[in-house]
Each structure stands twice: as structure tokens, then as C-alpha cells.
């Protein structure tokens, strides 16, 4: 294998093999200056790809199955149905939305989840996006978790993090982008969750999420 490259994941039942590059070679220091930084800028790591096989995907050794193919309700015309449930809620007037809870957001189903804790993981066309834990993961996708919005949650004091990853799915189905959901169950889900989102950097994660390049349409 050349210089500057590392294995990131191998899948054994999809027999495959992703590698990313390091930060640089011996061979490459020499013949290439190092770009600038700016100062007080953290640099972003590499945006993760899942190595799918059939219904199964592998992030670092952790292997994930497919829960389900995200799809937001669509009126009769095709178009995708947006909510503000702001307006429902009886302290509306009194209470300042949080950080994401302008909205608009979308509704959808996810059915067949366990109702144990694990490791879940959004992907859009491939690319992981969202990394994110809970003790009953049919509940945490369920109606009280992010498939609606409750009015409470777009306030302060409610669940901004539902608001912000439905309403991110919901900006993903506008640009068409496939989104998937990928669960791993276990009874020790949070050290899991923390190495995924040190080493992979999901860009949804965080208080300020990025744009996920380099997604594709492609089937897990």
C-alpha cells in the first residue's frame, strides 16, 4: 500500500474495503507545503461513507443494519408537507422559540424499531450525516420523538434536537437526497456514540451543522 493512506473500515460481509489518506506522507512533506490555516479555524475531519452491504453497514468496526428508508409525507401532489406547530402551543406568547425551532419541519414513519437502546445513524445518499443514541430507539423515532414535532419542543425548554435533525431530513428530501436510518443496539450505547462522532465528525452533530458533500442517490 502507498505512503499516506490508512484503512478506515473493512466490511466482511459486504467483502469491502475503504481507505482514507492520512494527514501526509514522507514522500509528500517534502514536495508539498502544508496549506494555511486560519487562526482559531478547527479543521473538519473527512466526511465518513458507510461501506453498505445488504441491509447490513459498517462505521469503524461497529456493524449497523438497516432500519428504514426515511421518507417525509407528500400531499397528493407530490409535494413534501411542511409543518409550523409553533402557533399550537398555549405559552407561545410568553416563550421564545429555541435554535431550530423556526421550523418548517416534516412528518414520517419508522416502523419496526426495537424498543431497546442502541447507536442510530442518519445517512443522506450514502454519507453519514447524524450520529445519536437512546434507551428505546422505537420511541426516539417514534410520533413523540422526531417523525412529528410537538409544539413544546420548538420552544425553549423543549427538545431543540428533535427539531433540528427533522427539520435537516426535511431540507435533505428537498434536494432529493436519499435518507437513510441505521441502528446498532446495545446495552452501552454513549462510549460508542463518542468514539463514531470524535473519529467520523457526522456534520449534523454539533451546534452548527454543515453541508454534507459528496452525497448520492445510491441504495444501502
Same mark, same amino acid.
Given at each position: ?15 469491502? !474495503?475503504?481507505?482514507?489518506? +492520512? ?7 517534502? *514536495? ?9 479555524? *478547527? ?8 461501506? *453498505?452491504? +445488504?441491509?447490513?453497514?459498517?462505521? !469503524? ?6 432500519? @428504514? ?65 437512546? +434507551? ?10 422526531? @417523525? ?21 431530513? !426535511? ?9 437513510? !436510518?441505521?441502528?446498532?443496539?446495545? *446495552? @452501552? ?25 459528496? @452525497? ?5
Amino acid at each position: 500500500m502507498d505512503a499516506g493512506w490508512e484503512t478506515r473500515s473493512v466490511d466482511i460481509y459486504g467483502e469491502s !474495503l475503504v481507505f482514507v489518506r +492520512t494527514r501526509s506522507s514522507a514522500r509528500g512533506r517534502s *514536495a508539498r507545503a502544508a496549506p494555511a490555516r486560519r487562526s482559531g479555524a *478547527a479543521p473538519h475531519k473527512a466526511q465518513a461513507p458507510f461501506v *453498505a452491504s +445488504t441491509g447490513a453497514a459498517t462505521l !469503524l468496526e461497529y456493524k449497523f443494519v438497516h432500519a @428504514a428508508a426515511i421518507q417525509p409525507d407528500r400531499g397528493p401532489d407530490g409535494a413534501l408537507l411542511e409543518f409550523r406547530p409553533q402557533s399550537r402551543y398555549d405559552a407561545a406568547d410568553t416563550t421564545p422559540l429555541n435554535r431550530w425551532g423556526k421550523g418548517p419541519f416534516c412528518r414520517f414513519d419508522v416502523e419496526g424499531l426495537p424498543p431497546r437502546p442502541g447507536v442510530y445513524a442518519v445517512t443522506v445518499g450514502g454519507i453519514l450525516a447524524y450520529v445519536g443514541i437512546s +434507551t428505546d430507539l422505537e420511541r426516539r423515532w417514534g410520533p413523540r420523538g422526531y @417523525a412529528r414535532i410537538s409544539p413544546r419542543n420548538c420552544f425553549v425548554g423543549g427538545q431543540s434536537t428533535n427539531c433540528k435533525v427533522n427539520h435537516l431530513i !426535511l431540507q435533505a428530501a428537498r434536494q432529493e437526497r436519499r435518507v437513510d !436510518l441505521w441502528m446498532y443496539e446495545t *446495552a @452501552a450505547p454513549k462510549p460508542i456514540e463518542s468514539r463514531l462522532i470524535d473519529e467520523l465528525d457526522p456534520p449534523w452533530n454539533g451546534h452548527h451543522p454543515r453541508p454534507i458533500a459528496g @452525497a448520492s442517490d445510491s441504495n444501502p
